[in-house]
Nanobody
Framework: QVQLVESGGGVVQPGGSLRLSCVAS????????MHWIRQVPGKGLEWVSG????????VYQTSVKGRFVISRDNARNMIYLQMNSLKPEDTALYHC?????????????????WGQGTQVTVSS
């Protein structure tokens, strides 16, 4: 049974930082691409970032490039998202997700599994 559990969200002022974590189980984590996606109020699903199994190939959505850093620890079955210089438009429910057929994007059908999410609110 696949389980993905996110944590680390909260309320932060613009310009602040948060570090999200996701612990995974029930599938071969060390050979699976992992992604962070987010549900933005009124805008639907957005893909944020992805990391390959070795942690050497990383991709970011343009709006977060240079501010967010994705990483993973295969020994602990965990991925992380360090979010810096946060903006109000980063407010969303953040999920970690496994891809469906090596896809990623802004449709739920791009993903095989996702967690319940952790809320990030950026507000003054």
């Amino acid at each position: 049974q696949v389980q993905l559990v996110e944590s680390g969200g909260g309320v932060v002022q613009p310009g602040g930082s948060l570090r999200l974590s996701c612990v995974a189980s029930g599938f071969p984590f060390g050979t699976t691409w992992m992604h962070w996606i987010r549900q933005v109020p009124g805008k639907g699903l957005e893909w944020v970032s992805g990391i390959d199994p070795s942690g050497t190939k990383i991709v970011y959505q343009t709006s977060v490039k240079g501010r967010f850093v994705i990483s993973r620890d295969n020994a602990r079955n965990m991925i992380y998202l360090q979010m810096n210089s946060l903006k109000p438009e980063d407010t969303a429910l953040y999920h970690c997700a496994t891809p469906h057929a090596n896809q990623y994007g802004s449709l739920w059908t791009h993903y095989e599994n996702w967690g319940q999410g952790t809320q990030v609110t950026v507000s003054s």
